[in-house]
């Protein structure tokens, strides 16, 4: 069989949307392809994001590959699966552009994880994978009738079939990622690093997927839920390969990277750059500095909020004290040139309380961004807490009450963002 896999190229005019706009590696397309090859299918990984295709490109491609399968990301790289645009615009008007030489098209994200049915009729695709992917785009081809394909949804007979949970990868059976040279050189940025401009290639990777926690803003429940670990070995070729490709810095997407001793170990004996996003509460004085010898040059710490009991609010279960906090993040920034503590706007927190403290954390080295309201994704303990079970209006619930409580953004979300209906409205 033959699979195209493909990132569209993202665009978010008009969007609440307030990732990094910049291309990242898509590693649920490069597992996947790992995969697929490995049972004898022909796949192709197309990268119109980094690439810079538009949508005809995209088609001329799958003109001469001629795909049984079309695979279509919702969200940009498993790096925003748990803060994705709530927008489907960008996959749709793909799908749509690509229609008749696509084969049977199948899209895999956040969006259709949380709620298959309504995302599976708004992009006209044949096939939505809820979950994880890499382990079930194989068995979409071992099955004529797609009966015995587990976590998916798909049109059967003119009604549509929910089949099973969303799927949790065996993430110790995924292979050492090998990304074509060419490509890498492409990829100059350097994800959340301010401590030098980049002269060399950047890249993502994962150690782990997953996190222990369950904070009631998190999109996880329905993906990369389960805190489960890469082994050493695999996640060391990997990095061996992209340094021997030119890549001098690495960004870990791990939901949480933990101080784990014998992994960076082996990151300081390879020389490498790198930046993570993690708890600073996990973390001690001696790990923090081994953390810095590693290599780290970027920490984004998830502080949230600056009270106990706003975080407690927030579902964080953390037991340190903000003081202690804030320690922590001191200590940290006396071996990691950059250190951000993350806030989201909660209603346990007075604004001028807010800004004291992100005035004080940056006369200390630390930088704290100006706090915004945390989106109630679909699949969220804060969606299902105002909403009950995601139903097939749930992102333009969810998006109509952001608008509603929208108070400028985080400086690179749309100042005047436009409700979701419109934005998803076909010409």
Known sequence: MRYALINPRWE???????????????????????????????????????????TEDVRRILEDFRPDFTIVLTAPTYLFWRCPQPELKVPRDLISAISGQAGRVVAIGPHGSATPVPVLKKLGADIVVMGEPEEILPKLARSSDLKGVPSICFRDEGAVRIQGRPNETDIAALPALSWESELLKRHQHHHHRFDSTPESPGAE?????????????????????????????????????????????????????????????????????????????????????????????SIEAGIESITERGRSLLGKRCERT??????????????????????????????????????????????????????????????????????????ERAHEYYLSIYKGGSGIQAKTPTPLKELERTE
Not at 379 to 393: H, L, V
Request: with cysteine; aromatic share 10%; glycine share 6%.
């Open 205 to 297: 990777m994962e150690t782990s997927r997953g996190c222990p926690y369950s904070c009631t803003f998190c999109a996880k429940a329905d993906f990369r839920n389960r805190y489960r670990k890469r082994p050493l070995p695999t996640v060391l070729k990997e990095l061996d390969s992209l340094m021997s490709s030119g890549v001098s810095y690495v960004y870990f997407i791990d939901e949480i990277f933990m101080p784990d001793e014998r992994l960076l170990n082996a990151l300081a004996e390879r020389g490498v750059k790198f930046g993570i996003q993690t708890r600073i509460d996990l973390w001690k004085t001696d790990t923090l500095e081994l953390l810095g010898r590693a290599g780290c040059v």
């Open 12 to 54: 978010y005019e008009g969007s609440v949307y307030f990732g990094c706009r910049e291309p990242h590696l898509a590693l649920e397309l490069g597992y996947a392809r790992e995969l697929l090859r490995r049972e004898g299918h022909d796949a192709a990984l197309v990268d119109a994001h980094l690439l810079r295709l538009g």
């Open 322 to 395: 903000t003081d202690e906090l804030v320690n922590l993040l001191v200590v940290a920034r006396n071996f990691v040139p950059f250190v951000q503590a993350t806030l989201i706007a909660t209603v346990a927190d007075d604004p001028e309380m807010v800004e004291n403290w992100r005035a004080c954390a940056e006369r200390l080295g630390i930088w704290a961004n100006s706090p915004v309201p945390l989106f109630p994704y679909p699949g969220t303990e804060e969606y299902r807490k105002r909403w009950g079970i995601p139903d097939s209006a749930a992102w």
